[in-house]
Structure formats: C-alpha cells, structure tokens
C-alpha cells in the first residue's frame, strides 16, 4: 500500500500530488510505502539546501530518501521525503515527479538523460 502524505499548501490539489508520486514510483516498480511531500516558503528551502547541500540559495525541490529497498522492513517502507518551494518552482506536477524519481535513485547529474526523459514522458500521462 502507497501512503503519500501532503503538508502545506500550494496550488496543487493533495489528490494530484498522490497521483504523481504513485505514478513515479510505479515506473521503478515501487507500489507500496510513505512518502511525505511538503511544500515550503523560499526561507525553509534555502537552509535546507544549505545544510544537506552546501549551497546557500532556495531551490525548487530537494529530496531526502530514507529507507533502501535490502533487508525486510519492520512496518511500511519509508520511501523518503520530497520539500518543494513553490515560488522557485515554474511547475509543481513536475517538481512533484523530479523529487519522486530522485527517491528511488534516479540522478539526472549522473545519468545520460534518463531520469529527465522519463519525467518528460511522465508528465504526459
């Protein structure tokens, strides 16, 4: 079973943000879990990025994955966390996807394009 719980509020209805995560993870064959997706203010995002990443500036989306999928889990997998700030973000269905698919270790800075192709043809669906 696939919990997806939505905090904060943005432009995007909580039914949606369910529906992307479910189909991102679907695409890496990952059908059950948690997964919280938060939307926050320019202020949160940048000391976030600054402490996970070293960069001290906002940013559209970070991600924060959590739970590996070796060893057998004691409750339901904790897949991770995706954090958006929406007034970095020029579309939220796709930073919604990008957070997703960077969970379940796709990196589009270490891939040939795979992972923005697939987000392409997400968005699509």
Known sequence: MLEVEVVGTAAIAGAEVERLVAIALASADV???HVA???VDADRIRDLNREHRAKDSPTD???FPIDSDDGEP???REL???VICPEHTEDLRE???HGTLHLVGMDHETDDGE???LQR???GW
């Open 31 to 33: 059908e059950d879990g």
């Open 115 to 117: 992972m923005l192709a």
């Open 95 to 97: 930073a919604v996807i």
């Open 37 to 39: 997706v938060e939307f």
């Open 61 to 63: 989306v970070l991600s």
């Open 80 to 82: 991770g966390d995706v």
């Open 74 to 76: 004691y409750g339901p």
């Open 121 to 123: 043809e997400l968005l």
